[in-house]
């Protein structure tokens, strides 16, 4: 009896986790093709606002068949770079930007023209900075700073400098410094890097 009181329990628990795990295992089978879908839509929105183009929808296929009429793709090591066409000619390049933040990796894109000399815009795609803080690297207000900005003068990748210094182009989140200084350091650096790998090719 007591044996049979102590197994009860286990086979009991033993039973429910193998249901859970199953039902968990299904509803992430059924649910990863939508998810994909969505996580591809959110891209292409920001790919697009990168490359200033407006979306104002947020029907799937309708921002497909936009992304598709203004923008192509190719893979370069092994990252997605994203073209921006018009009248069968290239006008800009959308690339990562990938970069230590406060408190984990921020991921994002920057678009510039091609011919370097300006930097149409950017957008994050991930980071864990504080909200209200550093998380407002996210917000307009934030990012239109870094449209069309001027990169031809900049020779030596210093393309983001923080007003009040010299030369100074854009302005610093008040109370998230270590965040700003992260963003400045991540897009000069990458900016520099995508311009020197593409004028070797």
Avoid: C
């Avoid at 230590?100 to 678009?111: H, K, M, R, V």
């Avoid at 900005?149 to 302005?171: E, H, K, M, Q, T």
């Amino acid at each position: 009896m007591k044996k049979s009181s102590f197994l009860y329990p286990i086979i009991f628990m033993s039973l429910i986790t193998a249901i859970s795990v199953f039902a968990l295992a299904f509803l992430n089978e059924s649910t990863a093709e939508r998810v994909a879908t969505l996580q591809e839509t959110d891209l292409r929105t920001k790919i697009l606002y990168v490359f200033d183009i407006d979306v104002s929808t947020t029907d799937a296929n309708e921002i497909e068949k936009l992304f598709n009429e203004h923008v192509e793709e190719e893979i370069l090591d092994d990252s997605r770079i994203f073209i921006l066409k018009e009248n069968g000619e290239d006008k800009g390049y959308a690339f990562p930007v990938v970069g230590p933040g406060l408190w984990g990796q921020i991921n994002g894109y920057a678009a510039i023209s091609t011919d370097y000399n300006e930097l149409l815009g950017i957008v994050f795609i991930k980071h864990e900075e504080t909200p209200g803080l550093g998380g407002r690297i996210e917000e307009e207000q934030y990012l239109s700073q870094f449209r069309n900005l001027d990169l031809s003068s900049a020779s030596d990748g210093n393309f983001i400098i923080y007003r009040p210094a010299a030369n100074g182009n854009v302005d610093a989140i008040a109370g998230a410094t270590l965040t700003s200084n992260s963003v400045a350091k991540l897009l000069n650096e990458d900016i520099y890097g995508f311009i020197q790998g593409r004028k070797g090719e």
